[in-house]
């Protein structure tokens, strides 16, 4: 079965330092991975996804993420946050051709300081 | 555009209570239709998932059900709420397996 372990519950960032989560997953087959934001009391919204191809996936607000396949890694980059991007991030795994089910880390919330 | 919608945003049950939450998709069809819950602190556990009218797969046994009555319609009930039940419950559709979008949640607290 898939497992999928973000490494810091929390990061707190100066505004305009860039930031790194982390994400790591388990897996013995290939997988499809995401990156969710979920903003206080509302649902997640989907940051990027890597299904193939190039293994830099950039997506919405400035966020990119870099699939090492190598390292069983996704993790999450944006060069300089702003304010408005304090939230909780989720990382997710589907294993390709698992159908539906998709695992969710436990989230890590990033907390950024003016 | 798709919109999905969730109600009620918070509901306040008491335990041995029944539970109805509703789903609706706007702007597409036979869409795949998810239930999550995202307890205190914790990440999001996959409930159910629908692939079609009246196609319903659990992914945890509980006390909860779902329904999918209509193509773009998902219900998640419980017939005796328990403590354990509180928490905040996500609905999810997709076009397929590999993208999920989300609906604005619902608040449950048991008391």
């Known amino acids: 079965a898939q497992s999928v372990t973000q490494l810091d519950s929390q990061v707190p960032v100066f505004e305009e330092a860039p930031v790194e989560l982390r994400c790591n997953y388990s897996?013995?087959?290939?997988?499809?991975l995401f990156w969710y934001v979920q903003y206080p009391n509302q649902g997640l919204q989907l940051l990027l996804k890597y299904l193939s191809g190039s293994t830099l996936v950039k997506g919405i607000n400035g966020f990119e993420a870099e699939f090492n396949k190598s390292q069983t890694s996704f993790h999450l980059r944006k060069p300089s946050v702003h304010i408005s991007d304090t939230a909780e991030y989720f990382c997710a795994v589907i294993v390709s051709g698992g159908y539906q089910k998709v695992t969710f880390g436990t989230g890590t919330k990033l907390q950024v300081i003016p | 555009s798709q919109t999905i919608h969730q109600w009620p945003a918070t509901l306040v049950q008491p335990v041995g209570s029944p539970l109805s939450l509703e789903c609706t998709v706007e702007g597409t069809s036979n869409p795949n239709l998810y239930w999550y819950r995202q307890a205190a602190g914790r990440g999001l556990q996959l409930l159910f998932y629908?692939?079609?009218?009246?196609?319903i797969s659990s992914e945890v046994p509980q006390n909860l059900s779902a329904s999918r009555p209509q193509d773009r319609q998902f219900i998640l009930s419980s017939k005796k709420l328990l403590l354990s039940d509180s928490g905040f419950y996500l609905c999810?559709?997709?076009?397929?397996?590999?993208?999920?979008?989300f609906g604005p949640g619902t608040r449950l607290t048991v008391t």
């Open positions: 629908s692939v079609g009218i009246g196609q």
């Open positions: 999810a559709w997709g076009p397929g397996p590999y993208e999920q979008y």
């Open positions: 897996s013995s087959v290939s997988v499809y």
